[in-house]
């Protein structure tokens, strides 16, 4: 058909192109959560619905991330949401390549945690007992995996902390094969080397770790001193901000937190000071690399080339930098931004509307 006329193309053009973007409103939707702008919808919200999700195989998992984020976290950075966070790591930190390369069993990814009564129950995952019990249901209810809804959960306990970037997530790991290997996970009195030579068995660079230890931004500490429990581990643990590192760091104590040895431990030592720094007043670092690191650990003993990309089905991120208070003096900005709690509660009604 080479005898179509310019303007009959142009037309043909121009109709294709019509359709194409009202039968796919998530073109638009996936502008919204890289920009983080409105879109302009009923709600304003930009929340993917079962209707704008384009691969079929993430469509079930709106119900599933609803179900988390609305039926657990209230959308609310609370304490569901923190320990989720800690779960993910908990769940995937007994892999080890040293095992791997042995050919022994070995811990991943893969929801172990939600399925063996006893890994739950072994004193490094204190605190963690009553989000596994509300986490337990799901894999049979929407007849899915335990690993899958384990690593979403972490990702929107993530996402439901203003401040907290949107990390890939996959679906289809299968059931997990063995109990994760015992003593694997990190104790806050060893000392750094221990730590880091723990996380490169991991497959984890010193400056991965010193990400993923921002996590603690939104953290509490139950264990560790009874006596103070519950603490934060920064003054704001109800958003994902990087006033964790500055604190950590510095010589005073905020009113209210406690600082964990192997944390202040890594904000001096000379080897993992120069990543930890870093992260010190700048939250576009630590929103970046963090998203990688936790995206790598969801992923630990296991081959994303099985897994389908179901990132689609993520709320936004809340920008943090829309929300601070407006600074009257001049000159440079705070290493910390201080954040408006009625610009925040605003924007948590905005996106995350539906959960609440
Ligand atoms: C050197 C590495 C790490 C050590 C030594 C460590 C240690 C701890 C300890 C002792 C607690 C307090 C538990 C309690 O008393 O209730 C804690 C809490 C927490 N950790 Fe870590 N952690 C490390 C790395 C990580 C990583 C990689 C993540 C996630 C990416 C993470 C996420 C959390 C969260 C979210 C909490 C708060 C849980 C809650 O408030 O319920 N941690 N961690
Ligand atoms: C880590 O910190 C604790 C307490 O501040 C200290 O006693 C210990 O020696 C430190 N260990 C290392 C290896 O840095
Ligand atoms: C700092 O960390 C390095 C590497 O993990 C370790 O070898 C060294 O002993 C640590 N320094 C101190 C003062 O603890």
């Given at each position: 058909?080479?005898?179509?006329?310019?303007?009959?193309?142009?037309?043909?053009?121009?109709?294709?192109l019509?359709?194409?973007?009202s039968?796919?409103?998530?073109?638009?939707?996936?502008?919204?959560?890289?920009?983080?702008?409105?879109?302009?919808?009923?709600?304003?919200?930009?929340?993917?619905?079962?209707?704008?999700?384009?691969?079929?195989?993430c469509?079930?998992?709106?119900?599933?991330?609803?179900?988390?984020?609305?039926?657990?976290?209230?959308g609310?950075?609370?304490?569901?949401?923190?320990?989720?966070?800690?779960l993910?790591?908990h769940?995937?930190?007994?892999?080890?390549?040293?095992?791997?390369?042995?050919?022994r069993?070995?811990?991943?990814?893969?929801?172990?945690?939600?399925?063996?009564?006893?890994?739950?129950?072994?004193?490094?995952?204190?605190?963690?007992q009553?989000?596994?019990?509300?986490?337990?249901?799901?894999?049979?209810?929407?007849?899915?995996?335990?690993?899958?809804?384990?690593?979403l959960?972490?990702?929107?306990?993530?996402?439901?902390?203003?401040?907290?970037?949107?990390?890939?997530?996959?679906?289809?790991?299968?059931?997990?094969?063995?109990?994760?290997?015992?003593?694997?996970?990190?104790?806050?009195?060893?000392?750094?080397?221990?730590?880091?030579?723990?996380?490169?068995?991991?497959?984890?660079?010193?400056?991965?770790?010193?990400?993923?230890?921002?996590?603690?931004?939104?953290?509490?500490?139950?264990?560790?001193?009874?006596?103070?429990?519950?603490s934060?581990?920064?003054?704001?643990?109800?958003?994902?901000?990087?006033?964790?590192?500055?604190?950590?760091?510095?010589?005073?104590?905020?009113?209210?937190?406690?600082?964990?040895n192997?944390?202040?431990?890594?904000?001096?030592?000379?080897?993992?000071?120069?990543?930890?720094?870093?992260?010190?007043?700048?939250?576009?670092?630590?929103?970046?690399?963090?998203?990688?690191?936790?995206?790598?650990?969801?992923?630990?003993?296991?081959?994303?080339?099985?897994?389908?990309?179901?990132?689609?089905?993520?709320?936004?991120?809340?920008?943090?930098?829309?929300?601070?208070?407006?600074?009257?003096?001049?000159?440079?900005?705070?290493?910390?931004?201080?954040?408006?709690?009625?610009?925040?509660?605003?924007?948590?009604?905005?996106?995350?509307?539906?959960?609440?």
């Amino acid at each position: 058909m080479r005898s179509f006329s310019a303007p009959l193309l142009s037309l043909l053009l121009i109709s294709l192109l019509g359709v194409s973007a009202s039968a796919s409103p998530q073109v638009n939707r996936h502008t919204v959560r890289k920009g983080g702008d409105d879109d302009g919808g009923s709600s304003g919200s930009g929340i993917p619905t079962v209707a704008s999700v384009k691969n079929p195989q993430c469509k079930p998992w709106v119900a599933v991330r609803d179900a988390i984020m609305g039926g657990i976290y209230h959308g609310r950075c609370g304490d569901p949401a923190r320990a989720s966070i800690r779960l993910a790591f908990h769940d995937a930190g007994p892999f080890s390549l040293a095992l791997q390369a042995a050919g022994r069993p070995n811990g991943a990814a893969d929801g172990s945690m939600l399925v063996d009564p006893n890994e739950v129950l072994r004193p490094e995952n204190n605190g963690l007992q009553s989000i596994v019990s509300l986490l337990k249901p799901l894999p049979a209810k929407f007849n899915v995996s335990p690993g899958d809804v384990l690593h979403l959960a972490g990702v929107l306990g993530v996402l439901a902390c203003p401040g907290g970037p949107v990390i890939n997530t996959y679906i289809g790991r299968t059931a997990p094969k063995n109990i994760a290997p015992d003593g694997l996970l990190p104790n806050p009195n060893s000392p750094v080397k221990v730590l880091t030579d723990r996380f490169a068995d991991m497959g984890f660079s010193i400056r991965e770790l010193m990400a993923l230890i921002g996590a603690h931004s939104t953290g509490k500490q139950r264990f560790v001193n009874t006596l103070v429990a519950p603490s934060s581990f920064d003054s704001t643990v109800d958003i994902w901000d990087v006033r964790f590192y500055s604190e950590t760091q510095s010589s005073s104590v905020a009113p209210g937190t406690f600082k964990l040895n192997s944390d202040v431990n890594f904000s001096h030592n000379a080897t993992t000071q120069k990543d930890y720094n870093r992260f010190v007043g700048n939250q576009d670092n630590w929103a970046r690399e963090y998203a990688a690191a936790h995206e790598k650990m969801s992923l630990l003993g296991l081959n994303k080339n099985t897994l389908t990309d179901c990132t689609e089905i993520l709320p936004q991120s809340i920008n943090l930098k829309n929300l601070a208070v407006s600074s009257s003096k001049s000159g440079k900005s705070p290493t910390d931004p201080v954040i408006d709690p009625v610009k925040l509660e605003a924007a948590i009604q905005q996106y995350r509307s539906i959960w609440l």
